[in-house]
């Protein structure tokens, strides 16, 4: 099946203006963001931040629309599993092995025009393999 033209573009403008609302929303509750976007082999963790003394990863999903379900339905096994993968890559990179961390979910429902609708924070979302 091959995409509409800007069907991709619009799916990465989405995106990134989910992760501008999540960061608002992180900001606005006293959170400390220390990077976004963060990539290696394993995959990409949206963003990277400080609650006290807990380091946070956050996947961010928006969506404008419901019909193939809600953001967070877009979170199934094998991204929980990259998910994984890659936070623990980001703890053994910078040493961080004896840190307290988690993964989180925030869901972005966004009107047709990109303005915000809804969020909704997803603490301890992905949780160990097994």
């Keep these: 099946m091959v995409s509409a033209p800007g069907v991709k573009m619009d799916t990465r403008r989405i995106g990134r203006q989910a992760e501008e609302y999540a960061v608002m929303y992180l900001q606005e509750k006293g959170w400390r963001i220390i990077d976004r ?22 996947e961010v999903k928006g969506r404008r629309s419901e019909r193939y379900g809600g953001p967070e339905s877009a979170v199934h096994e094998r991204k929980r599993q990259h998910l994984r ?36 924070h997803y603490p301890y979302a992905v949780g160990e393999a097994g």
């Design 85 to 120: 993968d890659a936070a623990w890559r980001y703890v053994l990179e910078h040493e961080l092995e004896e840190t307290l961390w988690r993964i989180d979910v925030i869901a972005v429902r966004m009107n047709q025009d990109g303005s915000l609708r809804q969020i909704d």
């Design 37 to 58: 976007n963060w990539t290696c082999s394993e995959g990409e963790l949206d963003i990277i931040a400080e609650l006290g003394e807990e380091l946070v990863f956050v």
